[in-house]
């Protein structure tokens, strides 16, 4: 599956951005998907995955409460919520999925990536 992230932007703390990531080329449905994002200067880290079917979500600590990943079979898209945004959430966020994956915040464990979207909150 081909994946095409969008919805990243410039806004300020305590806003919200909502991010877009459209699957493309393969049976969207089989796939567990994820959202990770790599700060400047940092490794790429987990932020949050579901299941192939939306009822299994897991979260990073840093953004529970304030992110929510969902998903749409139909469309063969994913979302990331991004509610009260923080200087720190500043990155480039990716999309990830894999075939008949158990939920993860295993990188290694996605094998097909989107470019990235880059979201940038100011202080």
């Known amino acids: 599956v081909q994946l095409q992230a969008s919805g990243g932007g410039l806004v300020q703390a305590g806003d919200s951005l909502r991010l877009s990531c459209a699957a493309s080329?393969?049976?969207?449905?089989?796939?567990?998907m994820a959202w990770f994002r790599q700060a400047p200067g940092k490794e790429r880290e987990f932020v949050a995955a579901?299941?192939?079917?939306?009822?299994?979500?897991e979260y990073a600590d840093s953004v529970k409460g304030r992110f929510t990943i969902s998903r749409d079979n139909v469309k063969k898209t994913v979302y990331l919520q991004m509610n009260t945004l923080k200087p720190e959430d500043t990155a480039v966020y990716y999309c990830?999925?894999?075939?008949?994956?158990?939920?993860?915040?295993?990188?290694?464990?996605?094998?097909?990536w989107g470019q990235g979207t880059q979201v940038t909150v100011s202080s």
């Open positions: 990830a999925g894999q075939p008949f994956a158990a939920v993860t915040a295993v990188e290694a464990d996605f094998g097909s």
């Open positions: 579901i299941s192939t079917t939306g009822l299994n979500r």
């Open positions: 080329g393969g049976t969207f449905s089989w796939y567990t």
